[in-house]
Structure formats: structure tokens, C-alpha cells
């Protein structure tokens, strides 16, 4: 068996033999975004989901005119194929991939293992910062089909139709409301959405190397909870972007037609007046 | 009373740096964080777990015969913000005295506009070390 888009993925050899090929761009998304500048591949850009990818006053991403800036200042064509990577077994990448395709670049990979295998490889790290010519990309209207508003989560959990809630299980169970220390990101009430299944999204990689688990791994994890391929699924985290890595599997590993990520997320969710809560302590 | 001098002293040089010097110099301090002596690595061996995608932090900390507090840190470098951020507490107050720390407001670091350069999230996990700092010294300073 094998994963259903093996396309979506690309290795860190084929990295390394494609960093002068102009038809293709590096880009590194990181939970810690000074990482980047410590060292990152050589020739790779850097997106940084704070201050590149958020809209500066609204809880949105940034704008389509915007994404078009960001993409053009990055010397992306329409054609270009972007790869990403990062920190934290590619949680930040799958985020800035979700959003690349939310506005139309179809043409995206993640680099499995991200930078943990690559320095595990005892690949080279650099501290130059690329300069591209700039383009004028154009981008697609938002894609709403990969990203779920609160109204049809609720419709979701009142069909009983699938929900991966993808945080730690104390996040789901209503014991904690957000990480020790992270006390921003709460909100006023814990649990989870009802209806919603609990797999944590660190369960679909494989913790010494980063890289996403086996095709019969992965299917036995979702199907084994009743998350399968015939219906809608909807992920969320906190504030949605480990559900983003959780999105990437079952869209392009396992090839579930429908899936969208949930961005408000628990943040909002638990924030939300006469939102329905399951608890199970 | 007064921030401690030192920590006044970083809190002011922030203050006046635009965004690029302030991550660069959030890097300084992550890069020569000095690393955990050896007398803490079985306290950090035996340190409980941390849920999935929190940043270990590891702080220990020991009171000099004048009262002064020094502190101790061990964080990943796969997490350079949170070691920055990290360092810079305990550069600024090492050698402050139990109650010199325990007055430190919350909000001491607004001046810095650290938020130009980090996000909101860091600086919340910012004010989670100072607390976690600041229980830590009672403990030592208690002793």
C-alpha cells in the first residue's frame, strides 16, 4: 500500500538536488520562527506564520491581495512548485501549505521529516538569505472548501458527522483548557465539540525522524476511530494549525475527497456563547 | 521599587531598537545561553514530561551567601525564541534578591514592544517563566 498522493511529498535528497532549480521553492514554517535564521537549506525562503501569514487586525489570514505580495516578494509563479518544511515534524509547513492552496497554488509538497531529518542527515545549514526576482503572482479566490466555519462545524456535530479533535487528550477530555503556560490561548470553557473523536496529530508522524507514519499506520489510526473516507471530516486543534498536519494526511496520504480544517478552532469554539461542549472527565 | 539595574538595562535597550535588532539580539541571547551545570542534569532527567508541543523548560536556581539568586536554564536549541526570551529573564535578574524578583510586575517587558517581533503566544509563555521564576525563588529563598 501507499499513500494515495505520494506526489504531495518529496524527501530531503530530492531537496538537496533541487536547490538551484528555478522552477522550484524552499520554504521553511516554523512554530519558532528564529530558527530560520540560525540555519536553514541553502537557498530556502522563510514564511512565518505570526507575522507573514495572519492578518495584522482581524483573527483571519492575511488577505488575497496580500498572499499575492507575499508570493511575488518570494519569486513564485503560478508554476512554481513550493516546498515546505520546518520545526516540530512540519506542523508550521502543513499550516503554510493549507494556505497556500486556501488561496489556489496547487502545485505544493511537504518535506518529509522537515528539519529534523535534514539535521539528523547532517545536512548543510545555512545563514544566507535568498533574494528572488520578484513576479507578479496572481492568486485564486479563497478556497473555502478546505477551511470550516464555526456555523457548519455546528451542523457537523449536530449530524454526528466526523470530527477529529486533533490536541493532547487532556486538551479534549475538559481537564485542561490550553497548555500549561499558555494561558492566551484558552479559552472560557473546556471539553471538546460534541460528537468530535480524539486523535492527537503527533500520532500520524513518527517521533524519531519526523516523517509521516506508514499507509496502513495511518489508515488503521483513522479508520480505527470511524474517521473514513466517505464522509466530510472536519479537524481542529487550538487555534488550527496541528489540525492543518492532520488535514495533510487524511487529504493527500489517505485521499479523503472532503476534508477542511477548522482554524477558529478551540479558541473559538470554547469561547462561543451557546456553543454545545462534551466533557468527559 | 525599581526593576533590578540590570534587567532595567535590557528592558531599555529593547526599547530602542527596531524589530530586526531586536531578533537578532533575542538570537544573541538564545546562542550563549550557558549551558546546564553539571550538578542539575539528574534534577533535569527527572523533570515530568511536557505535553506534545510546549518547549521544555528547565529551571533550577540557588541562593549565594549574600541572599543574591542565580538561576540555571536548560531548553532545547531546536527552541531558540523560548531560550531567548529565557535568557534574558535570568540574565536580568541574576543576583536579585528574593524580594528584588518577587517585585517584578508582570507586565515589566511592555516598554521592550517585544511584540513587533514575537507573538502573542511567546510573550504569554514570557510571563509563564517570570511566574515560574518567581515561585522557584521563594523556594530557594525560603531555604
Known amino acids: 500500500m501507499s499513500y494515495v498522493h505520494p506526489e504531495y511529498l518529496v524527501d530531503t535528497e530530492w531537496v538537496a538536488a533541487h536547490a538551484n532549480d528555478p522552477d522550484v521553492r524552499v520554504i521553511e514554517s516554523d512554530e519558532d520562527s528564529l530558527l530560520y535564521a540560525i540555519g536553514h537549506i541553502p537557498g530556502a525562503a522563510q514564511v512565518d506564520w505570526f507575522s507573514t501569514l495572519q492578518h495584522p487586525l482581524r483573527r483571519d489570514f492575511l488577505t488575497k491581495e496580500k498572499f499575492e505580495e507575499v508570493a511575488s516578494k518570494l519569486g513564485i509563479t503560478n508554476d512554481t512548485t513550493v516546498v515546505f518544511y520546518g520545526d516540530k515534524s512540519n506542523w508550521f509547513a502543513c499550516y503554510a501549505l493549507w494556505l497556500f492552496q486556501y488561496y489556489g497554488h496547487e502545485n505544493v509538497r511537504i518535506m518529509n521529516g522537515g528539519r529534523l531529518k535534514w539535521e539528523q542527515e547532517n545536512r548543510p545549514l545555512v545563514k544566507d538569505v535568498p533574494t528572488f526576482a520578484e513576479t507578479k503572482y496572481k492568486a485564486k479566490k479563497a478556497d473555502k472548501s478546505i477551511r470550516a466555519f464555526r456555523d457548519e462545524v455546528l451542523k457537523q456535530s449536530k449530524k454526528k458527522k466526523p470530527l477529529v479533535d486533533v490536541r493532547s487528550p487532556k486538551e479534549y477530555s475538559g481537564e485542561l483548557i490550553s497548555m500549561p503556560n499558555y494561558p492566551q490561548e484558552g479559552a472560557t470553557r473546556g471539553g471538546h465539540i460534541p460528537g468530535a473523536v480524539s486523535i492527537p496529530w503527533a500520532q500520524a508522524v513518527n517521533e524519531a525522524d519526523a516523517t509521516f507514519k506508514t499507509p496502513e499506520e495511518l489508515r488503521a489510526l483513522y479508520e480505527g476511530k470511524g474517521i473514513n473516507a466517505d464522509e466530510e471530516v472536519i479537524a481542529y486543534c487550538r487555534i488550527g494549525e496541528r489540525s492543518s498536519l492532520t488535514w495533510f494526511v487524511l487529504k493527500y496520504l489517505l485521499g479523503y475527497p472532503d476534508v477542511k480544517n477548522y482554524d477558529g478552532s478551540w479558541t473559538e469554539w470554547g469561547n462561543l456563547v451557546d456553543a454545545p461542549i462534551e466533557k468527559s472527565v | ?143
Open chain 2, 1 to 143: 521599587m525599581p526593576l533590578p539595574s540590570k534587567l532595567q538595562e535590557i528592558v531599555d535597550d529593547f526599547a530602542s531598537m527596531t524589530r530586526e535588532e531586536k531578533l537578532e539580539t533575542l538570537i544573541g541571547y538564545a546562542e550563549t545561553m550557558p549551558p546546564l551545570p553539571e550538578r542539575f542534569k539528574e534534577q533535569r532527567a527527572n523533570m515530568e514530561a511536557v505535553p506534545e508541543c510546549m518547549t521544555p523548560v528547565f529551571l533550577a536556581a540557588e541562593k549565594d551567601t549574600n541572599g543574591g539568586i542565580t538561576y540555571y536554564l536548560d531548553i532545547p536549541p531546536q527552541s531558540p525564541t523560548v531560550r531567548g526570551l529565557a535568557s534574558i529573564l535570568t540574565t536580568g535578574l541574576n543576583g536579585s534578591t528574593l524580594e528584588e524578583i518577587l517585585s517584578v510586575p508582570a507586565d515589566f517587558f511592555l516598554p521592550m514592544k517585544l511584540d513587533e517581533a514575537v507573538s502573542q503566544q511567546r510573550l504569554n509563555g514570557f510571563m509563564g517563566v517570570l511566574a515560574h521564576m518567581k515561585k522557584v525563588a521563594v523556594q530557594v529563598g525560603a531555604g
